[in-house]
């Protein structure tokens, strides 16, 4: 009897600890566990047919007011200079491309295009149109839709010439429309893909009234850092806007575009504005270790990810060498980025394993969510591919422990545009992207499953799958840890007073023959609900 009571104890024990350990998350997919594949197919976002059209660098929206209609612009390197829109109403199960408007009375070619919805569902295209023998920035520009991208209406300039690095973004709220970019000056420009001076700021505009006029350009950077660049826009709850960009420190080889490897390292900076961007904080610094992972070119770099949660946290993704290979690094902020986490490794696999992962989007769910995208090499560890994987986490990015390949081909990264002359791969864009819903994530990136290095051709390929959001879980969790901390204690109970009984077992009591002077023997005691 005490041997069976003994066995349902120890099970019932390690029943309760296998249910706690799912509901703390304990059993979702490790670091060194099998890479789960998306479900659904891969989409084609773009539906021009040319052989030799290289996209890449995609941005994707979506429509607060009706969420089945996203849109997603890019770069075109080839055949020549131009931007991409490609809308879709029904959740990215198909795209149409869509032409954007030529600024009346200019002749330059699109390019670099950003976009953003505000909270009235209006959206906005910004771009730059280029000129000239070295196809410089002749001015920056921006479009309005009012029916989600499927028309726009005439474009208005935002700013004049040497408009690198442009990105849009919009108050969630207000509506308030912001732009960022990194002005230069002619005398910068006067070399092939460098900046011959430095001290080039980092300013961000504002616009009241849909984009129609802006306001002059504030100083978001540093006076003191000579070489910034790479900025990342975004715009918190309380309407205020936040910059995340680069200093690249001592680095003139890629500054000035010159041979030879840079050794020193760079710094992530966060300035902010608490006036809706008429005036900026001196910047804070993210992180000051940042290993860069390979050569650029500083006209078209990387920019590090950043996304802003509904409750004001701040999240900061990059790719980083500091390990010996290409790592996608994440720190949070949870005091609007005065002070943040130490970094968190996004990617799995081990420090030095010889697989770079880079490029690097984040989102983060209105439930808490956080989402990276990113380009890995593990699954063909010889080769020149790259697969794009998802990582997740729901505990505020202590942790990634859900990751998910989303391209169900693979991308030959050596296939595209030729990039820096210093670099062995080719040109795959300064961004992918990502965006969180509850429930979901859907992202978009730079795809060379059907080029080859005769046609350089790059697409742009999106997937969404469905994902337990922080807060819709978060219930459930608990009340599954409860009732497994519940069965726990009465497992272990019952195992504990079993294997007591086995070892105190009272004497035999004598028989009524050897005793007739003694009254009956009590009747047994009845166990207690916690030892059945």
Not at 241 to 266: A, C, I, K, Q
Not at 376 to 400: C, E, H, M, P, Q
Not at 437 to 459: H, V
Not at 503 to 514: D, H, N, W
Request: proline share 8%; hydrophobic share 35%; net charge neutral.
């Amino acid at each position: 009897m005490s041997r069976n009571r003994t066995r349902t104890g120890a099970g019932a024990a390690a029943m309760a600890m296998a249910l706690l350990l799912a509901a703390c998350g304990g059993g979702d997919d490790a670091a060194t566990g099998e890479i789960k594949v998306a479900p659904g197919a891969d989409v084609q976002v773009n539906q021009d047919r040319n052989p030799i059209v290289a996209r890449n660098s995609p941005a994707l929206v979506v429509n607060p007011t009706q969420r089945t209609n996203m849109v997603v612009v890019d770069r075109v390197d080839r055949p020549d200079y131009t931007a991409g829109v490609h809308v879709t109403n029904n959740g990215g199960g198909n795209w149409q491309d869509i032409a954007l408007k030529q600024p009346p009375g200019n002749r330059g070619k699109l390019f670099a295009p950003s976009a953003a919805f505000d909270s009235k569902g209006t959206l906005y295209v910004s771009y730059v149109t280029l000129s000239g023998p070295g196809n410089s920035p002749d001015s920056f520009w921006v479009a309005r839709s009012g029916d989600g991208g499927l028309n726009f209406d005439e474009p208005t300039k935002i700013a004049g010439p040497h408009t690198f690095q442009t990105s849009l973004a919009a108050d969630p709220k207000s509506g308030r429309i912001f732009a960022s970019w990194l002005q230069s000056r002619p005398e910068a420009t006067m070399c092939i893909l460098c900046f011959a001076q430095t001290g080039l700021p980092i300013v961000v505009s504002r616009s009241d009234d849909g984009g129609r006029t802006w306001s002059p350009p504030a100083t978001v950077s540093d006076a003191g850092r000579m070489r910034v660049g790479a900025p990342s826009l975004a715009v918190g709850p309380d309407g205020n806007p936040s910059v995340l960009y680069l200093d690249y420190g001592n680095d003139r080889l890629d500054w000035e575009n010159t041979p030879g490897t840079y050794d020193g390292r760079f710094t992530i900076v966060v300035a902010t504005s608490t006036d809706q961007g008429a005036r900026w904080e001196a910047g804070r610094v993210v992180d000051a270790d940042v290993v860069p992972p390979g050569r650029f070119l500083v006209y078209l770099p990387v920019s590090p990810a950043f996304a802003i949660s509904d409750d004001g946290d701040m999240v900061a993704a990059w790719a980083d060498g500091r390990s010996g290979d290409s790592d996608v690094l994440l720190r949070r902020s949870t005091d609007k980025g005065k002070t943040w986490g130490k970094p968190v490794q996004v990617n799995r696999g081990t420090v030095r394993d010889g697989v770079p992962q880079d490029l690097p989007a984040v989102s983060i769910s209105p439930g808490g969510r956080i989402d990276v995208v990113y380009y890995d090499r593990s699954i063909d560890l010889r080769g020149s591919t790259a697969d794009v994987l998802l990582s997740s986490s729901s505990n505020s990015g202590k942790s990634f422990n859900k990751t998910i390949r989303l391209s169900d081909g693979s991308s030959n990264r050596k296939v595209g545009p030729d990039g820096s002359p210093f670099s062995p791969e080719a040109d795959f864009g300064t961004r992918i992207a990502v965006v969180s819903l509850p429930g979901a994530t859907i992202a978009a990136w730079t795809d060379t499953r059907d080029g080859t290095p005769d046609t350089d051709k790059q697409a742009i390929f999106s997937a969404a799958v469905s994902l337990s959001d922080k807060a819709s879980v978060s219930l459930a969790f608990k009340l599954l840890a409860a009732f497994g901390l519940l069965l726990s204690i009465a497992g272990i109970t019952l195992f504990v007073l079993s294997r007591q009984g086995r070892k105190k077992a009272p004497p035999a009591a004598p028989s009524a023959e050897a005793r007739t002077d003694l009254p009956p023997p009590p009747p047994p005691l009845v166990p207690s609900p916690g030892q059945v």
